[in-house]
């Protein structure tokens, strides 16, 4: 299927009464919403933490005692829904796609409400995830596409915080506890720093009830 511009209207920006701006574009696709949670809380807010934005990010999806990772994924599997997410320089991002039936799709962002307000960053996943991070790190000084954006950075941004790669480097992620971790998480991951974008067949009422119970 080929979607064309037909498909959808023009953006439209409501607030919640947090005052968090929702980017909301109206789709004739009847049978998905899509919603994207944009938080500026990319590497070049690392500090000298270098890969702490993207440890933070990774660790979320791990959730919490109650609903852990595996969980997670299988539960939005049964409810048809996919999540996934990236950190880039500036920004750290979540995407869920979900059916858009009101169950399914309620159930959906309670899903992503957990991944965004109630992890627990326990330290056998900080542990996990650490090692995770620097195995991606020493793969990434094999790859050519990799090593040249990194090389182009450093010569845009020269000592600058966005001269760094979103993993970080070995030193940084050793370098990162779960106080550092505590911390970053509850500087930028507020209502302030958040943005949504909500595309599906719904109107402005709908996807102003979205967004607050994705932020709740």
Avoid at 98 to 118: F, G, P, Q
Wanted: charged share 20%.
């Amino acid at each position: 299927i080929t979607l064309t511009s037909s498909c959808f209207s023009a953006p439209i920006i409501l607030y919640t009464k947090s005052k968090t701006p929702i980017y909301f574009i109206h789709s004739n696709e009847p049978k998905i919403v899509d919603i994207n949670v944009i938080t500026r809380a990319g590497s070049a807010y690392d500090g000298n933490k270098y890969g702490l934005a993207k440890l933070t990010h990774s660790l979320m999806r791990a959730g919490n005692s109650k609903l852990n990772a595996n969980k997670i994924n299988n539960q939005l599997q049964a409810y048809g829904a996919h999540l996934d997410g990236f950190t880039t320089r500036s920004s750290s991002v979540w995407h869920l796609r979900s059916l858009a039936d009101k169950k399914d799709l309620n159930y959906s962002i309670t899903v992503l409400n957990t991944i965004l307000s109630k992890p627990e960053f326990n330290t056998i996943d900080i542990k996990s995830y650490k090692t995770r991070q620097k195995s991606a790190i020493l793969q990434s000084h094999n790859k050519p596409g990799e090593l040249l954006s990194l090389n182009i950075a450093r010569h845009l941004y020269k000592s600058t915080p966005l001269a760094h790669s979103t993993l970080g480097t070995i030193k940084g992620v050793n370098g990162i506890y779960r106080k550092n971790i505590l911390k970053f998480y509850k500087q930028y991951y507020v209502k302030n720093n958040i943005e949504l974008a909500v595309v599906g067949s719904i109107n402005k009422q709908q996807a102003l009830e979205i967004a607050d119970k994705c932020l709740k």
